[in-house]
């Protein structure tokens, strides 16, 4: 073991050997192979750590924040799935903690008040919590994000968006109790009233101030049967008052999910028409549009919940009395009943089509941002029907969201809008040279952004990266200083999630608000 760490060891630093840092961990650990966590699903930053270190229980995860805490440059990076995009999980001659290894540490069922809960690990992948709860108590957890393949610590420390956060909000506002051990390695229970202010900061705090071992989150009835239905819209005015219609339904009025996406107005197999049917069957006639569609289509993709017991007829007449409330392309209709578990899986269909396409381990070059009502519009006008108007190799999302769904106190940032919409350029392209070059791609996605900035738009970036202290704090905006706060309270030596580039910034904060307290 010692001669596999000192195979990461760099001896040049100016500052003690990161030998003398890893001395006390090398009896104490489960170690991986190093290749785990240089490169994640982005693809594009590499990183290479100290040590990839496997903690099979919240106390190993205790043990190795403190014994970093107490070395002079140690950082530690909480690694779910290796899901991120641009290496926001590494820890450049630091610690990474393969939190897959606590995926089978808690999982329990419990009744609050005559309310189903379960406790789960934050290195379990939410396809594991769908299944087991399924399998188990015909119980689900009622927000979800498309791809499941991600780890409940992982998206709680973002948010965790689909087509359940207009009814239900994101996946932070449906967890009422948390496990994390802090920057300090001190493992801590915390919840709206027991250590409240950890609870607020660590849903949606990017892993800076604690990393999750053990989240409660709510259940309810589990659905047997999903209607799944997309319909076609050529205007995005008539596609955006539709969406905005749906979403403020009150809850049983309206549908259970809804979402939305654009596509080429052309017939490319990767970003137009045959993207838009659900099955092979299926064929999208593009006979039924204007003449005078313009360069892009919207899609509404909708899905209401039903028991099997459920009669047909009354499923139909749901359906039926809200589609005749909307203003989509007739006869670019698509449906179909799927199982919900089959429903909520889908995207693994695509990512096992991509693997066998050799392109899921490609670089992903994506982007994902909220983007104001107000100025949805422009951003079409400008980015969707312009820029991207070709598409971008993948699924193009759209669609609104309530700001009374999502939590204040959280640390995640949103527009300050009643409805704010968010878009994902979810790109899966072959790498160059069948590809574009992956820098052009980055250089599109940071143009969509500088023209976010040049035209005032009301905008946040959702999984956001940035190398600026500028634009950190410019993201943040009034949060800022109880960001910098809750900092110096939870990890006052800013070894958490370095790869978010923040660690200079909070270093300098942190170290200037102790001088002047010395002063």
């Known amino acids: 073991m010692i001669a596999y760490l000192e195979h990461f060891v760099h001896g040049n630093d100016t500052e003690s050997s990161p030998n003398d840092d890893v001395s006390s961990l090398q009896s104490s650990f489960h170690f991986a192979p190093n290749s785990i966590a240089t490169k994640d699903f982005g693809g594009l930053k590499s990183s290479n750590p ?26 530690v990076a909480a690694r779910g799935n290796g899901h991120s995009i641009n290496g926001q999980a590494m820890a450049e001659k630091g610690l990474v903690l393969d939190m897959r290894a606590t995926a089978e540490e808690h999982f329990q069922l419990l009744y609050l008040e005559g309310l189903p809960y379960v406790d789960v690990s934050g290195g379990a992948l939410w396809e594991e919590v769908l299944k087991r709860c399924v399998s188990q108590f015909q119980l689900v957890p009622r927000s979800w994000t498309d791809y499941l393949g991600l780890t409940v610590g992982g998206t709680l420390s973002n948010a965790g968006v689909s087509g359940q956060t207009f009814r239900y909000g994101p996946q932070t506002a449906n967890v009422t109790e948390l496990e994390v051990v802090t920057g300090k390695g001190e493992s801590l229970v915390c919840s709206e009233n027991q250590n409240s202010e950890l609870f607020f900061a660590t849903l949606g705090g990017l892993g800076q101030f604690g990393i999750i071992t053990r989240a409660r989150i709510i259940l309810q009835q589990a659905p047997d049967m999903v209607r ?12 955006t008052k539709d969406a905005e219609w749906l979403v403020t339904l009150p809850e049983g009025d309206g549908f259970d999910y809804v979402e939305g996406f654009v596509v080429a107005n052309n017939d490319d197999p990767c970003n137009g028409w045959p993207t838009i049917p659900m099955g092979s069957n299926q064929i999208f006639d593009p006979v039924h549009l204007s003449p005078s569609a313009g360069p892009v289509l919207y899609c509404l993709e909708l899905a209401l919940h039903y028991r099997k017991a459920a009669r047909s007829s009354e499923v139909d007449t749901k359906v039926d009395r809200l589609l005749g409330g909307l203003r989509f392309v007739e006869g670019v209709k698509f449906e179909d009943d799927v199982k919900y578990v089959d429903f909520l899986l889908r995207v693994k269909r695509v990512e096992e089509d991509a693997k066998a396409k050799g392109i899921w381990d490609a670089p992903h070059p994506w982007l994902n941002m909220f983007v104001s ?3 949805i519009g422009d951003f079409d006008r400008e980015v969707f029907k312009k820029i991207l108007k070709h598409g971008v190799g993948g699924p193009i999302l759209v669609y609104p969201l309530l700001r009374s769904k999502w939590d204040d106190r959280h640390s995640v940032v949103v527009p300050d809008s009643n409805i704010f919409y968010i878009i994902a350029l979810l790109r899966f392209i072959p790498p160059p040279p069948k590809g574009p070059p992956t820098e052009k791609l980055v250089a599109q996605n940071n143009a969509i952004i500088q023209l976010c900035y040049n035209k005032g738009f009301n905008f946040k970036l959702y999984l956001p990266h940035y190398l600026s202290h500028e634009n950190w704090m410019r993201h943040f905006g009034d949060k800022w200083n109880r960001f910098v706060q809750r900092k110096q309270n939870f990890d006052p ?3 958490l999630a370095p790869g978010h580039f ?10 200037t608000t102790l001088l002047s307290k010395d002063a």
């Open 50 to 75: 100290l040590a990839v270190i496997r903690p099979y229980s919240t106390a190993d995860v205790a043990r190795a924040v403190k014994a970093a805490a107490t070395t002079t440059n140690l950082t």
């Open 228 to 239: 799944w239905i997309r319909v076609i819209y050529s205007e995005f005015e008539e596609f």
């Open 373 to 375: 009502k107000s100025d």
């Open 493 to 495: 030596m800013a070894i």
């Open 502 to 511: 923040l660690r200079p910034l909070m270093k300098q904060h942190l170290s």
